[in-house]
């Protein structure tokens, strides 16, 4: 690869739902799913089929809970199509785990000898790409406010068992909606982790580069996947959840 030659955008690096909805909410999903392009190591990581069907290469369930919670609040949603072992759209360029060569116990054998050619690639036709799209429609109203739905395994290899229902993560930079969200879901009884189960701060991360560097107020929420498998379980969480982060944003008064 050259400067003069460059590797042109995958046409499916990321999917559009309700791009004129006019709430001030932007939904999105990074790990929307765990799709491999083809002009990948020839669509296959190398890894089982089983491992790609878990929490390491996607978010289980997050993809539709994102498309079911953004319809209920009328607001436009935005998701990666590959997989976040293919290069992770939710790290900064510079992180070491953008090309993930172990994750939870598992060897992704394609990525294990990935060059910097590689790498660039996968960044220009897959993760800018997205990351241009957001950027767009984050830009497209004038008082965006970005939530970030993710979803977390119940238990990793050889750790406890999670205890939480959700999690709400936010940046000790911005913390205008995540502490009340927290107290708001807690008043629902769900067991509610407070940037559990993951620090809610990554430098260069997707709400880092679109939401915190902008000013824009922000959450990111992680329901546990095994809540949200099915799509009945996913309109379930995204009944539960859309009135809750109306509440707490106009609550804000932001």
């Known amino acids: 690869m050259t400067p003069h030659a460059p590797c042109p955008a995958d046409p499916a690096a990321f999917t559009i739902e309700g791009e004129d909805r006019a709430s001030r909410w932007l939904v999105t ?5 765990n799709r491999v392009p083809g002009w990948v190591n020839g669509g296959d990581l190398g890894i089982a089929a089983a491992d790609m069907a878990r929490h390491i290469a996607f978010d289980v369930g997050a993809r539709g809970l994102a498309s079911a919670l953004a319809a209920r609040l009328g607001a436009p949603m935005i998701a990666s199509d590959f997989s976040r072992l293919v290069i992770d759209p939710n790290r900064g360029e510079d992180d070491p785990t953008l090309l993930m060569r172990l994750y939870d116990g598992t060897v992704i054998p394609a990525n294990r000898h990935a060059d910097a050619a590689e790498r660039e690639r996968r960044l220009q036709r897959l993760y800018r ?3 241009r799209e957001l950027a767009r429609l984050a830009g497209a109203h004038p008082a965006r406010a970005i939530c970030a739905i993710h979803s977390f395994t119940p238990q990793l290899r050889g ?6 229902l959700v999690g709400i993560l936010y940046s000790h930079r911005d913390e205008r909606l995540g502490p009340a969200m927290v107290r708001a879901c807690r008043a629902q009884g769900w067991v509610t982790g407070d940037n559990q189960p993951y620090s809610g701060h990554l430098q260069g991360d997707s709400i880092d580069t679109h939401a915190l560097a902008h000013g824009r107020p922000n959450l990111l929420i992680e329901v546990r996947n095994d809540l949200i498998r099915t799509p009945e379980g996913q309109g379930e969480w995204a009944g539960r959840l859309a009135p809750v982060l109306e509440r707490v944003l106009a609550d804000s008064g932001l």
């Open 129 to 131: 790409p997205y990351h």
């Open 159 to 164: 750790r406890p068992p999670r205890p939480w």
């Open 29 to 33: 999903c990074d790990h929307a799913t």
